[in-house]
């Protein structure tokens, strides 16, 4: 008798204990559930503002970015305006020393020609006239500028630029040059410009 009593109890929990799962997992309460959840989520509606404000934030950062942006665009146009006209303002001073250094030149020729009309001993007057050419060359030479020597030199299209070739005077100026036509410059060892030549063959 208390054997079937007994099981007639176990049996009575695990039917206990069924219902209870059952009852936990019933749709209603599985609903109820998900209703709690929801109500425990954050409205959508709340993050509105929080979108609001980031985007605000946002919008406020490009201005600033380009602020700057137009800014940094505006300087750079003045720098380059300024480089520019420092440029050419340093150029024309350049160009104003190199005149000013060559007047003492010129000054010399206009002495030599007002005196070549009244000259009579021609040996003064070519060595008045030699007397400037060193002083120009001895400007040309402060300016970094140097004759390129050609005569007799074998040519160099370096440096030479051949104008016409004749038959040679002598058998060692074959391939040599014979006669200058035009004097070629070095500017601080590059070449200013190319001596024109005439070529023994």
Request: glycine share 4%; charged share 40%.
């Amino acid at each position: 008798m208390t054997k079937k009593s007994d099981t007639s109890d176990k049996q009575k929990d695990k039917k206990e204990v069924k219902e209870e799962v059952i009852r936990e997992e019933r749709p209603e309460d599985l609903q109820e559930e998900a209703a709690e959840t929801a109500e425990e989520a954050e409205d959508p509606k709340e993050n509105v503002p929080k979108e609001a404000e980031k985007v605000d934030e946002l919008t406020e950062k490009l201005a600033d970015l380009q602020d700057k942006y137009l800014r940094l665009s505006a300087e750079y146009d003045n720098f380059r305006k300024r480089t520019l006209k420092e440029k050419i303002d340093l150029q024309q001073t350049a160009n104003a020393k190199l005149l000013m250094a060559l007047l003492p030149v010129a000054d010399d020729f206009d002495r030599a020609l007002q005196w070549v009309d009244e000259a009579t001993d021609v040996k003064s007057l070519k060595e008045g006239m030699q007397l400037i050419a060193g002083k120009f060359s001895g400007f040309l030479n402060q300016q970094g500028v140097k004759e390129i020597e050609v005569t007799h030199k074998p040519f160099d299209t370096d440096v030479h630029e051949a104008v016409t070739k004749i038959p040679a005077p002598q058998k060692k100026l074959r391939g040599k040059v014979v006669e200058v036509v035009q004097k070629g410059y070095y500017l601080n060892d590059k070449v200013l410009r190319f001596a024109k030549v005439v070529i023994g063959e």
